[in-house]
């Protein structure tokens, strides 16, 4: 069974950081690619960043968090990340990582606020 763990999640000023971890189990986790998704209160759940499962580490982002977010994983762990920077309000959101198929985990609120 395919589980997913969002973590770190929280409250922070505009212009601040956090980082969230996604705890996969239930499946070879080294040999798929991973995602992180949002959704903000009243919106469609949207693409933020991707990462193959490949040893070059491919990645992908969403144009509204490039050169803030860092999209990494941990084949060790079994742990992805998201490295999130320079947050701003609209960022404010439930962050979901995605696995295999359509996998989700229940999400991590981030809010961002003065």
């Known amino acids: 069974q395919v589980q997913l763990v969002e973590s770190g999640g929280g409250l922070v000023q505009p212009g601040g950081s956090l980082r969230l971890s996604c705890a996969a189990s239930g499946f070879t986790f080294s040999s798929y690619a991973m995602s992180w998704y949002r959704q903000a209160p009243g919106k469609e759940r949207e693409f933020v960043a991707y990462i193959t499962s490949g040893s070059g580490g491919g990645r992908n982002y969403a144009d509204s968090v490039k050169s803030r977010f860092t999209i990494s994983k941990d084949n060790i762990k079994n742990t992805m990340f998201l490295q999130m920077d320079s947050l701003r309000p609209d960022d404010t959101a439930v962050y979901y990582c995605?696995?295999?198929?359509?996998?989700w985990g229940q999400g991590t609120q981030v809010t961002v606020s003065s």
């Open positions: 995605r696995g295999p198929g359509r996998n």
